[in-house]
């Protein structure tokens, strides 16, 4: 069962590759080894088995005749296109960062890299972006606790006569 769940850290090599977390490796492996890199909006580099990414990208209906109706459809397309590559793991269970996102992403050689669990796959984190995104999910978090408690008081309030 896939799981892709948990962190792990681990360095960016000379030759910008990061070497899977074995939980990873093994969520990996047990979904064919072929994964598909994309850069992510958020600045972090999702992998994903290659069979959950094209199930991701298939919930468009009809996207040839989206994109000859649409500048917005086309420009969605040229982004996953350019931001998207094929990979295999290798047999050490390293994947190689593309050359062209390593400094986009802050994760060129040398530095510090946080493999997160998302689930349908991983995304891999300068420690900077990560420490960062794990403040605003936390706080995230915060702020809908404190309005699902306001929410939760005003509805036991008893009404006034």
């Excluded at 979904?31 to 994309?38: D, K, T, W």
């Excluded at 069979?51 to 040839?64: C, D, G, I, L, Y």
């Excluded at 997160?116 to 999910?137: D, K, P, Q």
Aim: net charge negative.
């Amino acid at each position: 069962m896939l799981q892709f769940c948990g962190q792990d850290r681990c360095l960016v090599d000379a030759n910008g590759r990061v070497k899977l977390a074995p939980r990873f490796l093994s969520d990996f492996r047990q979904a064919g080894g072929e994964v598909v890199l994309h850069c992510l909006p958020e600045g972090a580099l999702g992998v994903y088995p290659e069979a959950v990414w094209h199930k991701m990208r298939q919930s468009e209906a009809r996207p040839e005749l989206q994109a000859a109706r649409s500048v917005v459809h086309r420009r969605r397309l040229r982004r996953y296109g350019a931001m998207s590559q094929a990979e295999r793991l290798t047999n050490q269970g390293r994947i190689t960062i593309p050359n062209g996102y390593r400094e986009l992403l802050e994760l060129v050689p040398g530095t510090e890299a946080v493999l997160v669990g998302c689930e349908i796959g991983m995304e891999i984190w300068s420690t900077n972006r990560w420490e960062a995104e794990f403040r605003r999910l936390h706080d995230h978090e915060l702020q809908k606790a404190e309005a699902e408690m306001d929410a939760d008081l005003v509805s036991c309030q008893e009404p006034e006569i």
